[in-house]
């Protein structure tokens, strides 16, 4: 059977960053679905218009990022994708060293393409752009608790300066002025920078219409990179362009009858507070991540924790506040301490799937991918979305098993509530 063209391939850097893309572009009507890792040259792709590949790229050494990078391209490539999406977080997240700057250089290479855009805003969730600065809610990037995030730190909101200290290549501003004279201005903008040999354009966005308005501007471009708003006006510009032929809605996932619980592993303040809520209701069971280092004992005492409560919602976390986690990243090392929590609840997550737990709800971009990686769920289809940003996904191949992997920075206060509530 000949499938239908892959409309778009997207690389995304961590699997919560893909569920949020793939969820946008689903509820634009596109048919998506996620792939978890590099698929292995020559695997059949998936029928479907929009292929979003999560990667575990955005913390490691930007070397790697950059090869696991290059090989998601070389497959969506060689699966026909006509146009190409880089996702990263809607704040930015990275470090002067990238990997957004140096990742997005090799896809810009390999494309044999001399310009992109990078926006990464998304309204709907407080993320707006203004003269290139990066606002979260009502504060600046750098004055937001991502200042104190314990792998990227963010403390810079001037996205022209942060991509600039990423790549050799020159990086300007298109504002909001030029937003807001509508796509023929933004095209006409690119044209400018491109010819004055500019290789990246910030593009302010401070509302929807923003973002669709720049993505029916520089869809054609062989390259966009981006957070998953800028994914929203994509599917009406092909539909324009013929590529798409119809709207789906289709959100069915397989029914799921066993137990539910939550693993939090992100030490964002949403998530914080997320905890402190759910904590008022079910119980929960912090673990620390020192004690976890010292050996088994104290994820098997977990696992029992969970299995005598799995009529309750359980939830178990590594997350803590700045101070706490500075005093773990300075016992054990910034990385080891990471690898230790990840490990953790990716083992837990296995124990409980075992056990009967069929719904299970993940806060945070790299435990996402830990649990993900140890349950060798290889691939997503997207459901109904909990919150902007996050749906409830079923695991291809092993369905029946439910899976939300959220942003650590996404969702309401009773966001754990909401998404058991809504679990297919």
Same mark, same amino acid.
């Given at each position: 059977?000949? @499938?239908?063209? /892959?409309?778009?391939?997207?690389?995304?850097? =961590?699997?919560?960053?893909?569920?949020?893309?793939?969820?946008?572009?689903?509820? $634009?009507?596109?048919?998506?679905?996620?792939?978890?890792?590099?698929?292995?040259?020559?695997?059949?792709?998936?029928?479907?218009?929009?292929?979003?590949?999560?990667?575990?790229?955005?913390?490691?050494?930007?070397?790697?990022?950059? $090869?696991?990078?290059? *090989?998601?391209?070389?497959?969506?490539?060689?699966?026909?994708?006509?146009?190409?999406?880089?996702?990263?977080?809607?704040?930015?997240?990275?470090?002067?060293?990238?990997?957004?700057?140096?990742?997005?250089?090799?896809?810009?290479?390999?494309?044999?393409?001399?310009?992109?855009?990078?926006?990464?805003?998304?309204?709907?969730?407080?993320?707006? @752009? +203004?003269?290139?600065? /990066?606002?979260?809610?009502? +504060?600046?990037?750098?004055?937001?608790?991502?200042?104190?995030?314990?792998?990227?730190?963010?403390?810079?909101?001037?996205?022209?300066?942060?991509?600039?200290? #990423?790549?050799?290549?020159?990086?300007? @501003?298109? =504002?909001?002025?030029?937003?807001?004279?509508?796509?023929?201005?933004?095209?006409?903008?690119? &044209?400018?920078?491109?010819?004055?040999?500019?290789?990246?354009?910030?593009?302010?966005?401070?509302?929807?219409?923003?973002?669709?308005?720049?993505?029916?501007?520089?869809?054609?471009?062989?390259?966009?990179?981006?957070?998953?708003?800028?994914?929203?006006?994509?599917?009406?510009?092909?539909?324009?362009?013929?590529?798409?032929? %119809?709207?789906?809605?289709?959100?069915?996932?397989?029914?799921?009858?066993?137990?539910?619980?939550?693993?939090?592993?992100?030490?964002?303040?949403?998530?914080?507070? #997320?905890?402190?809520?759910?904590?008022?209701?079910?119980?929960?069971?912090?673990?620390?991540?020192?004690?976890?280092? =010292?050996?088994? %004992? &104290?994820?098997?005492?977990?696992?029992?924790?969970?299995? %005598?409560?799995?009529?309750?919602?359980? /939830?178990?976390?590594?997350?803590?506040?700045?101070?706490?986690?500075?005093?773990?990243?300075?016992?054990?090392?910034?990385?080891?301490?990471?690898?230790?929590? *990840?490990?953790?609840?990716?083992?837990?997550?296995?124990?409980?799937? $075992?056990?009967?737990?069929?719904?299970?709800? +993940?806060?945070?971009? $790299?435990?996402?991918?830990? +649990?993900?990686?140890?349950?060798?769920?290889?691939? @997503?289809?997207?459901?109904?979305?909990?919150?902007?940003?996050?749906?409830?996904?079923?695991?291809?191949?092993? *369905?029946?098993?439910?899976?939300?992997?959220?942003?650590?920075?996404?969702?309401?206060?009773?966001?754990?509530?909401?998404?058991? &509530?809504?679990?297919?």
């Amino acid at each position: 059977m000949t @499938l239908p063209p /892959l409309v778009l391939g997207c690389i995304a850097d =961590d699997v919560t960053g893909a569920t949020d893309i793939a969820s946008t572009l689903a509820n $634009e009507g596109m048919r998506t679905v996620q792939v978890i890792g590099v698929p292995s040259p020559g695997s059949a792709r998936p029928d479907a218009d929009a292929i979003v590949i999560a990667l575990k790229s955005r913390t490691i050494e930007p070397a790697v990022a950059v $090869e696991q990078s290059l *090989e998601s391209l070389r497959w969506l490539r060689g699966n026909g994708a006509l146009h190409i999406f880089f996702k990263y977080c809607s704040t930015f997240d990275s470090t002067d060293k990238g990997n957004i700057g140096p990742v997005a250089d090799a896809l810009l290479a390999a494309l044999r393409s001399d310009f992109t855009i990078a926006c990464p805003a998304f309204p709907e969730t407080g993320r707006r @752009l +203004v003269q290139g600065y /990066l606002f979260v809610g009502d +504060v600046l990037l750098s004055e937001s608790p991502m200042r104190d995030h314990p792998l990227t730190p963010m403390r810079d909101a001037n996205l022209v300066r942060v991509l600039g200290r #990423q790549t050799r290549h020159p990086v300007q @501003l298109i =504002d909001f002025h030029t937003v807001e004279a509508g796509p023929m201005a933004l095209a006409t903008a690119g &044209e400018k920078l491109r010819a004055q040999c500019v290789r990246y354009a910030i593009v302010d966005a401070l509302s929807d219409r923003h973002l669709r308005d720049i993505g029916l501007a520089f869809f054609q471009l062989p390259l966009l990179t981006g957070g998953s708003g800028l994914a929203r006006g994509l599917p009406d510009a092909y539909r324009r362009r013929g590529l798409l032929s %119809e709207r789906t809605s289709d959100h069915g996932l397989a029914a799921t009858r066993g137990a539910s619980a939550v693993l939090a592993g992100s030490c964002s303040a949403a998530t914080l507070r #997320q905890i402190a809520y759910h904590n008022r209701h079910y119980p929960c069971l912090a673990l620390d991540p020192v004690r976890l280092a =010292d050996g088994p %004992e &104290e994820r098997q005492n977990a696992v029992r924790w969970a299995l %005598e409560r799995l009529d309750s919602r359980p /939830l178990i976390y590594t997350s803590a506040d700045p101070q706490v986690v500075a005093r773990v990243q300075l016992e054990l090392g910034k990385d080891r301490a990471a690898q230790v929590a *990840e490990a953790a609840l990716a083992e837990i997550a296995c124990a409980l799937v $075992e056990a009967g737990v069929d719904k299970l709800v +993940v806060a945070g971009g $790299e435990t996402s991918g830990a +649990v993900a990686q140890a349950l060798q769920v290889t691939a @997503l289809r997207i459901g109904a979305p909990i919150a902007p940003g996050v749906p409830w996904t079923s695991a291809i191949g092993k *369905e029946p098993l439910a899976l939300a992997f959220k942003s650590g920075n996404f969702g309401g206060d009773d966001f754990f509530t909401q998404a058991l &509530e809504r679990a297919p």
